[in-house]
């Protein structure tokens, strides 16, 4: 199955930035697109931003445009989320997803990301 490990998350300021890496193993050729979600207290598990593999298209949340960049390393298998301009809403537990053909939905085993005021 195709395994998804996050790190880079951490405590920051706001206004600083972060960039959070998912590495991606496993049956990593049956995955048409990556992203990354991010779940606060009390809220629901929203889609921050989504890579798709065939066509490199990106998608973004509104409220993170601008600010947070999804890209993908194809030699290291990894996606990274760059975030910039840091705000205290953006304080969410981050996780990497893949959709896959084989295996279905994916998920990594999150990252904390606390951006304090």
């Known amino acids: 199955q195709v395994q998804l490990v996050e790190s880079g998350g951490g405590l920051v300021q706001a206004g600083g930035s972060l960039r959070l890496s998912c590495a991606a193993s496993?049956?990593?050729?049956?995955?048409?697109?990556m992203g990354w979600y991010r779940q606060a207290p009390g809220k629901q598990r929203e889609l921050v931003a989504r890579?798709?593999?065939?066509?490199?298209?990106?998608n973004y949340a509104d409220s993170v445009k601008g600010r947070f960049t999804i890209s993908r390393d194809n030699a290291k298998n990894t996606v990274y989320l760059q975030m910039n301009s840091l705000k205290p809403d953006d304080t969410a537990v981050y996780y990497c997803?893949?959709?896959?053909?084989?295996?279905?939905?994916?998920w990594g085993q999150g990252t904390q990301v606390t951006v304090s005021s």
């Open positions: 496993g049956g990593i050729f049956s995955i048409y697109t």
């Open positions: 997803n893949a959709e896959t053909t084989t295996w279905g939905t994916r």
């Open positions: 890579f798709t593999i065939g066509s490199s298209r990106t």
